[in-house]
């Protein structure tokens, strides 16, 4: 089972960044595919990005593509999501998510992962 923790959430100003963590203490989620999502109050969770099951594409949406990085690493069982260039658009609840059943034209989907973590904020402020 695997069990996803997110942190490094918070408060920033307009154009700040943050780098936002997601561990895993379960089994090993080589095999998974793992995205970012956020839901901002009042909102529908959205996707931000997102990784193939082989790790071999990265994918994103337009309104963060740019300015957000997202980066995987097997061996810490851990996933990265850099954020630059921040805008109070940008603030939400961010999860991180995993599954070892999604279909790739479907990874942005958030209906196609089973584990979730119980996500982190960010507030930026204008």
């Known amino acids: 089972q695997v069990e996803l923790v997110e942190s490094g959430g918070g408060l920033v100003q307009t154009g700040g960044s943050l780098r936002l963590s997601c561990t895993n203490s379960g089994q090993s989620f080589r095999n998974h595919a793992l995205a970012w999502f956020r839901q901002a109050p009042g909102k529908e969770r959205e996707f931000v990005a997102a990784h193939s099951r082989t790790g071999s594409s990265t994918y994103y949406a337009d309104s963060v593509k740019g300015r957000f990085t997202s980066s995987r690493d097997n061996a810490r069982n851990a996933v990265y999501l850099q954020m630059n260039g921040l805008v109070p658009e940008d603030t939400a609840v961010y999860y991180c998510?995993?599954?070892?059943?999604?279909?790739?034209?479907?990874?942005?989907?958030?209906?196609?992962?089973?584990?979730w973590g119980p996500g982190t904020q960010v507030t930026v402020s204008s």
């Open positions: 998510a995993a599954s070892a059943r999604v279909i790739l034209s479907a990874i942005r989907d958030s209906r196609q992962y089973v584990n």
